[in-house]
């Protein structure tokens, strides 16, 4: 059983920037894969970006690359979302979620555990 625990979240102006953290519990956190999703009210929950086990490998949603960067620290059990040109359509609540012993993947029935999420609010 892994715990997934976001935060960073907030209220910031368009292109203003936040930094998303999810910590993770257990020991083999390193083995897996983790993403990140937004879900916006009245929208299906969107894939946002993913990391490999080792870090070595990243994938995004088109429009948010170039703006947004994930990352992983493995012996602090947390990966980031640093997220910059916010835009007011961006505003969701954004979820982690791991995959354990697995590639990378953008779709969220391929993740097996999720965070609570933290709410993203992009003002104009």
């Known amino acids: 059983q892994v715990q997934l625990v976001e935060s960073g979240g907030g209220l910031v102006q368009a292109g203003g920037s936040l930094r998303l953290s999810c910590a993770a519990s257990?020991?083999?956190?390193?083995?897996?894969?983790m993403g990140w999703f937004r879900k916006a009210p009245g929208k299906e929950r969107e894939f946002v970006a993913a990391?490999?086990?080792?870090?070595?490998?990243?994938y995004y949603e088109d429009s948010v690359k170039g703006r947004f960067t994930i990352s992983r620290d493995n012996a602090k059990n947390t990966v980031y979302l640093q997220m910059n040109s916010l835009r007011p359509e961006y505003t969701a609540i954004y979820y982690c979620a791991a995959r354990p012993f697995a590639g990378i993947a953008n779709s969220d029935a391929q993740y097996v555990y999720w965070g609570q999420g933290t709410q993203v609010t992009v003002s104009s």
């Open positions: 990391i490999s086990w080792s870090g070595g490998n990243t």
């Open positions: 257990g020991r083999t956190f390193s083995g897996y894969s």
